[in-house]
């Protein structure tokens, strides 16, 4: 079974500050991560993925991410958050082609506010 | 470019009626997952087609129901409503055929269900 935690239900940084959201990942086998984001009232867009290539992976509008084994952690930031980064942000997980089970398992989600 | 494309985008039933939502993946893909987003909730996995055969199953009730077809959309129905069935539901596509970028999953906007 897999799952995703994301620490941080709610995350309140300043327009210009770095923006950090906690991943932590279990999976029995090599997992695949996801870090979608989601604006009122819209669909999911993938921010950035891990599939076993490059550990550190670079997303749209800025983001990257991390893949660290050793922490089982994926964590998403930005050095400057901007006004329009306002939204729910989802950790997730697949067990990707070598399990055929490519479903999605998400975290409950991280709310960020950007304050002027 | 094309996205996934979900009908209706909103749809209010009264319990123990039948909905139908509708699914059309982005060209060439050839798997299609359904997921429920329940209100302040993280998206729920529900089933996958690829191919038009059932890839994998969920959390998706037995009251619930779906198929893909030879055209690759798909259809959720969803029978004797009841007011919990209230959410927010997706569709996501994806090209299983493509090596690692078969781990990307495109959503649609959503389909929000009301159910009085």
């Known amino acids: 079974a897999q799952s995703v935690t994301q620490l941080g239900s709610h995350v309140s940084v300043s327009e210009g500050a770095l923006v950090l959201l906690r991943c932590n990942y279990s999976s029995s086998v090599p997992p695949y991560l996801f870090w979608y984001v989601q604006y009122p009232n819209q669909g999911l867009q993938l921010l950035l993925k891990y599939t076993s290539a490059a550990t550190l992976v670079k997303g749209i509008n800025g983001f990257e991410a991390e893949f660290k084994k050793s922490e089982t952690s994926f964590h998403l930031t930005k050095p400057s958050a901007h006004m329009s980064d306002a939204a729910e942000y989802f950790c997730?997980?697949?067990?990707?082609?070598?399990?055929?089970?490519?479903?999605?398992?998400f975290g409950s989600g991280t709310r960020l506010q950007v304050q002027p | 470019a094309a996205g996934v494309i979900q009908s209706p985008r909103h749809l209010i039933k009264e319990k123990r009626e039948t909905a139908t939502l509708k699914c059309y993946p982005i060209p060439r893909h050839d798997t299609v997952y359904w997921y429920q987003q329940g209100p302040g909730q993280d998206p729920q996995f529900l089933i996958s087609?690829?191919?038009?055969?059932?890839?994998d199953k969920g959390s998706i009730p037995d009251r619930f129901s779906a198929q893909q077809f030879s055209d690759y959309h798909s259809e959720l129905n969803m029978s004797s409503l009841e007011l919990g069935d209230s959410a927010l539901y997706f569709c996501?596509?994806?090209?299983?055929?493509?090596?690692?970028?078969?781990?990307?999953?495109?959503f649609g906007p959503g389909t929000r269900l009301l159910v009085l």
């Open positions: 996501a596509s994806s090209f299983t055929a493509g090596g690692p970028s078969a781990e990307t999953q495109y």
């Open positions: 997730a997980v697949s067990g990707g082609r070598d399990t055929g089970r490519r479903a999605l398992t």
């Open positions: 087609f690829y191919e038009k055969m059932q890839s």
